[in-house]
């Protein structure tokens, strides 16, 4: 049973004493000792989309998206004095510590991870699709077949290939991959999504958007023979006259470039997303 399914059964069974437990007090709350000489990083088992530290005796910050640090301004406080509440937002949850200060450094906590048992269900709103299932859903489209046969490049012995496209919510989910023919590895410098213009005049500049994908399956940086991905952007309208660009350049010193032009109508040919390829895990 996963976390979620036990904070399922979690919830069935508090039912019947929701009523007499609305309210959480800090003596409730799962309770941190933290001091000015100690950073104390808490780790979510998914991004973290918002966090609150009710007072300004701590400093945080968030260095990658499951993380943050913590760690209190200054010494002047009395060991077990509350300093603050700080509340973590995910996708899917939402938790809250009390943190106690402490005057001995050896008792203050450096690590802690998020556990199930800390975690209350949230309902996020700015969420319509969490990166749990958008991964579970990329990694199926990775591993089945392709669909496209007529969408692709050819650039220095190589062969950039349209796989599949499939429409989930309010996101496309972009298979493609590259065929390698030389014995020269290819190694990654930066993957570009854009929309550009079909036909670029030289009298006019051409207008290019660059697109921030909200999921990229594989962060492998290089290869040989063979590249598949899954690439995961916000669902878009643009005019016939306007081409959906993923272009793969390399590192120097040799810098080959391959891109892949998708054309409006390819997108929107894109498949509803079929939940048997879930049922095939």
Known sequence: ??????????????????????????????????NDQVTTVITASEPIRFVDISTD??????????????????????????????TIVTERYRTQYALLYTTRMQEAVTDKEI?????????????????????????????????????????HRMVMR?????????????????????????????MRIKLSDKKQSKATNA?????????????AKTFKY?????IVVKK???????????ELSEKQISGRTISLSIDYEDVLSADSFNHILLEEE
Do not use: H
């Open 57 to 86: 005796k701590v400093v945080g910050d968030q260095p990658i998206n499951n993380t943050i640090r913590l760690k209190p301004k200054d010494n002047v406080y009395a060991d077990g004095e509350v300093l603050a509440i700080v």
């Open 162 to 190: 349209l796989n599949n496209i499939y429409s989930v919510g309010e996101y496309f989910f972009i298979d493609f991959s590259v065929e390698n023919k030389t014995n020269i590895r290819f190694d990654i410098d930066e």
């Open 115 to 155: 556990e199930c048992s800390e975690r209350n269900a949230y309902n996020n709103p700015a969420v319509s699709l969490s990166t749990a299932d958008m991964t579970k859903y990329a990694r199926q489209i990775w591993s089945s077949s392709a669909k496209y046969r007529n969408v692709a490049t050819k650039m």
């Open 207 to 219: 207008q290019i958007v660059e697109l921030t994908p909200s999921l990229v399956l594989d962060d």
């Open 1 to 34: 049973m996963n976390c979620f399914q036990k904070m399922n059964v979690c919830a069935l069974l508090s039912l019947s004493v929701l009523s007499a437990k609305a309210q959480t007090t800090y003596m409730e709350m799962e309770q941190l000792t933290v």
């Open 226 to 230: 063979g590249y598949r991905n899954v």
């Open 236 to 246: 878009m309208t643009f005019p016939n006259d306007k081409v959906l660009t993923i």
